[in-house]
């Protein structure tokens, strides 16, 4: 399993390069997250420009399989989030090829 940057790892870091306290980078981070959520939750998208896009979807009722019996089963419809990178991170992270 590949490891990351984790939470206090990324709030340490902004908060240096900020000059900081851990605390209030982790404030922002924590409002961040609940506008995110609420805003995702009433409008049904919420844009961190350069980054990307949460977007809530209705996905439709559908057949599915049981794939322990191979039983065809009705899968309920329901909404789910995605999130959408943006062009720029997508491009800048793997450029696409010539």
């Given amino acids: 399993m590949a490891t990351?940057?984790?939470?206090t790892a990324?709030?340490?870091?902004?908060?240096?390069?900020?000059e900081l306290t851990n605390k209030q980078v982790g404030a922002f981070f924590?409002?961040?997250t609940e506008t995110a959520v609420?805003?995702?939750?009433?409008?049904g998208v919420f844009v961190i420009p350069g980054i990307g896009r949460l977007?809530?979807?209705?996905?439709k009722a559908r057949m599915g399989r049981n794939p322990q019996t191979?039983?065809?089963i009705k899968i309920k419809a329901k909404t789910v989030v995605k999130f959408r990178v943006?062009?720029?991170a997508k491009d800048t992270i793997a450029p696409p090829k010539k």
């Fill in 10 to 18: 990324l709030i340490r870091n902004m908060a240096e390069k900020l």
């Fill in 38 to 43: 609420k805003e995702t939750k009433k409008n």
């Fill in 30 to 32: 924590d409002l961040l």
């Fill in 70 to 72: 191979g039983a065809a």
């Fill in 55 to 59: 977007v809530k979807a209705e996905r």
């Fill in 86 to 88: 943006a062009k720029a």
């Fill in 4 to 7: 990351g940057l984790t939470k």
